[in-house]
């Protein structure tokens, strides 16, 4: 059956970094888009970041273009996310998940990013 599970989260400090792993198993990862997703107190899910399953073509959504960047390890069955100049508004469980935006049909438990002085 299909897992995912991230790892990575933490507390930082505003303008702090952090790097975000999925281990993926349970299907053939090299073969799927792979997404980000993340939802902040309160709030919905919100899209994050996705990257085609050969690892060239990726989609930020604006909150994050220039600070985020999305990576995949596909003999590793492994995807990143690694997360620069970290702002409050980060603050949320990032998932990652199985499928392109909008459309994935599995995700994992979450890590929880804090991003606060």
Same mark, same amino acid.
Request: hydrophobic fraction near 30%; charged fraction near 15%; proline fraction near 3%.
């Given at each position: 059956? =299909?897992?995912? =599970?991230?790892?990575?989260? #933490?507390? @930082? ?6 790097? %975000?792993?999925?281990?993926? *198993? ?8 792979? $997404?980000? =997703? ?6 919905? %899910? ?15 959504? +604006?909150? @994050? ?8 390890? +596909?003999? +590793? ?7 620069? +100049? ?6 949320? =469980?990032?998932?990652?998940?199985? #499928?392109?935006? #909008? ?6 438990? #979450?890590?929880? @990013? $804090?991003? *606060?002085?």
């Amino acid at each position: 059956h =299909v897992q995912l =599970v991230e790892s990575g989260g #933490g507390w @930082v400090q505003p303008g702090g970094s952090l790097r %975000l792993s999925c281990a993926a *198993s349970g299907f053939s990862f090299s073969l799927y888009y792979m $997404t980000w =997703v993340r939802q902040a107190p309160g709030k919905g %899910l919100e899209w994050v970041s996705s990257i085609y399953s050969d690892g060239i073509s990726t989609y930020y959504a +604006n909150p @994050v273009k220039g600070r985020f960047t999305i990576s995949r390890d +596909n003999a +590793n069955n492994t995807l990143y996310l690694q997360m620069n +100049n970290l702002e409050s508004e980060d603050t949320a =469980v990032y998932y990652c998940a199985k #499928g392109p935006m #909008g459309a994935y049909d599995h995700w994992g438990q #979450g890590t929880q @990013v $804090t991003v *606060s002085s």
